[in-house]
């Protein structure tokens, strides 16, 4: 005879594996959008308006955060912020694993060590602190906790402006040739598909932890996964470009990476975050 629990998992089972299967295939639909149409979009905009090396990896940055951006709002939409949040903290410790792997990759570690670069290493640092203490403590979820989480954002860019003056290193990146018609395209098509993939995530989190009582920590850390591929994209290209150092003192290829991960980690706590927060707000209550 089958127990309650097998029998759940037989009537349950499908509908688990099939929204396991459609929030898998969203987010790496929106994955592979940032990774060939907006963030090489964004590469083309660049070069053909001469932007500087930090300016076009905080942009980098802030693409590969659209996956979860689209995340966040599609969970507080269906009411189940809480994958919201843990794809957040999940996404920034991976991207933390991933861009430290994509340094030890190309043997640039020792670029780290640098004080130039101390300031966006702490507030990195801090972007994976304050998201996982938000998932583990009993967040009261206000729009006074979102004007925070906006304040701390709006500070970081303020102290980034502030210490990191514009450098005269260039990278290989900055020389190459853009097309902003060709970019402006690239672009708008990522668009269309992260925001129509978006829909069917949201979905489909939503019956993984509302119907089949999945938990909010296990779906937010399986997107989170599969979300950083992006970010680990962007890294190996940024290196890939620079790759012949004109010396030892060439950083071009960090500095640009190392913005592209805080710009990213920074504004899924910053900006994605609280956002998420007041669309739940608005929608729930």
């Known amino acids: 005879m089958f127990s309650p629990c097998m029998a759940t998992f037989f009537i349950n089972g499908p509908i688990m594996i099939m929204d396991l299967l459609v929030l898998s ?3 790496a639909a929106i994955v592979a959008a940032v990774r060939y149409l907006l963030v090489p979009g ?3 905009v660049c070069a053909a308006l001469k932007f500087s090396i930090k300016t076009r990896g905080q942009i980098i940055g802030y693409a590969t955060s659209i996956p979860e951006l689209t995340m966040v709002v599609a969970g507080a939409v269906a009411g189940v912020f809480d994958a919201g949040m843990w ?3 999940a996404s920034n410790i991976v991207n933390w694993g991933l861009f430290l792997a994509t340094v030890l990759m190309f043997r640039q570690q020792l670029d ?3 004080k130039h670069f101390i300031d966006e290493i702490v507030f990195g640092l801090m972007s994976v602190a304050v998201p996982l203490a938000l998932c583990l403590i009993t967040l009261k979820i206000s729009y006074w906790t979102a004007a925070g989480l906006f304040a701390l954002f709006a500070f970081y860019k303020y102290l980034d402006r502030v210490l990191n003056r514009p450098s005269p290193t260039t990278s ?3 020389h190459a040739k853009g097309s902003l018609r060709r970019g402006s395209l690239s672009i708008l098509a990522g ?3 992260v925001l129509a993939s978006g829909i069917f995530l949201g979905n489909s989190a939503n019956v993984l932890i509302k119907t089949l009582s999945v938990p909010a920590f296990a779906v937010g850390w399986l997107v989170g996964l ?4 992006c970010e680990f994209a962007s890294f190996i290209s940024i290196y890939q470009v620079n790759r012949r150092k004109d010396g030892p003192d060439y950083i071009a290829d960090t500095q640009e990476a190392l913005d592209a991960l805080v710009a990213s980690t920074i504004s899924n706590l910053g900006l994605i975050l609280p956002f998420g927060m007041i669309v739940y707000l608005i929608v729930q209550h």
Request: aromatic content about 0%; overall charge positive.
């Open 226 to 229: 599969i979300t950083s591929v």
């Open 25 to 27: 295939l969203s987010a």
């Open 42 to 44: 964004i590469g083309q």
């Open 112 to 114: 780290l060590v640098r």
């Open 191 to 193: 668009i269309v598909i």
């Open 87 to 89: 794809n957040i903290a």
């Open 172 to 174: 290989a990146a900055a």
